[in-house]
């Protein structure tokens, strides 16, 4: 099973910015579409972001286009959410998943390859 970290969580106010990164071995980034899904409270997990294996494709919910950036580095095994002009209902906790294809990843429904969670906080 993918071993996937996520990293750069925290408490930022509204307006505000935060990097998440998503590390892992060169294993389970190689070839690998990887995304970023959140959960807040009470909702069910929804899909945040997604980059193919080669980086040129990327794909963003509605509610985040022109506020966050999906990146990877291949060289670090690591993929990064640069998330911008944050607001209060981006309150959450991000998940890192990686699949076969951009469209498989976007899609969330494995079961396997999901790192353990970061909690993101906009405070109002």
């Known amino acids: 099973q993918a071993q996937l970290v996520e990293f750069g969580g925290g408490l930022v106010q509204t307006g505000g910015s935060l990097t998440l990164s998503c590390k892992g071995d060169?294993?389970?980034?190689?070839?690998?579409?990887l995304a970023w899904f959140r959960q807040a409270p009470g909702k069910e997990r929804e899909f945040v972001a997604g980059?193919?294996?080669?980086?040129?494709?990327?794909r963003y919910a509605d509610d985040v286009q022109g506020r966050f950036t999906i990146a990877r580095d291949d060289n670090k095994n690591s993929v990064l959410l640069q998330m911008d002009s944050l607001r209060p209902e981006d309150t959450a906790v991000y998940y890192c998943?990686?699949?076969?294809?951009?469209?498989?990843?976007?899609?969330?429904?494995?079961?396997?390859?999901w790192g353990q969670g970061t909690q993101v906080t906009v405070s109002s």
């Open positions: 998943h990686k699949d076969r294809t951009l469209s498989t990843a976007v899609a969330g429904t494995a079961l396997d390859y």
């Open positions: 980059i193919n294996w080669s980086g040129g494709r990327t």
């Open positions: 060169k294993k389970t980034f190689s070839g690998a579409a």
